[in-house]
């Protein structure tokens, strides 16, 4: 069975998690809606990142 997510777009995940923990990743455009608290949120901007860099991410569902 494939991989649903390529290796190199967990190291983008993994990467905002460290970001996360050091207190500088922020959130919306521009960074200029404070500093990210919430896991979830984290691992959604990583792999928004990962999306944005060509990598092999599934779609964002819609919500119904």
Avoid: C, F
């Avoid at 919306?28 to 809606?33: D, V």
């Avoid at 990142?49 to 964002?60: M, Q």
């Amino acid at each position: 069975m494939a991989r649903k997510y390529s290796r190199s777009a967990s190291k983008d995940v993994k990467s905002a998690m460290d970001r996360r923990k050091r207190g500088t990743l922020k959130r919306g455009k521009g960074g200029r809606g404070g500093r990210v608290k919430s896991r979830k949120q984290a691992i959604a901007i990583g792999l928004s990142e990962a999306r944005r860099k060509g990598k092999k991410v599934p779609r964002k569902r819609s919500s119904k």
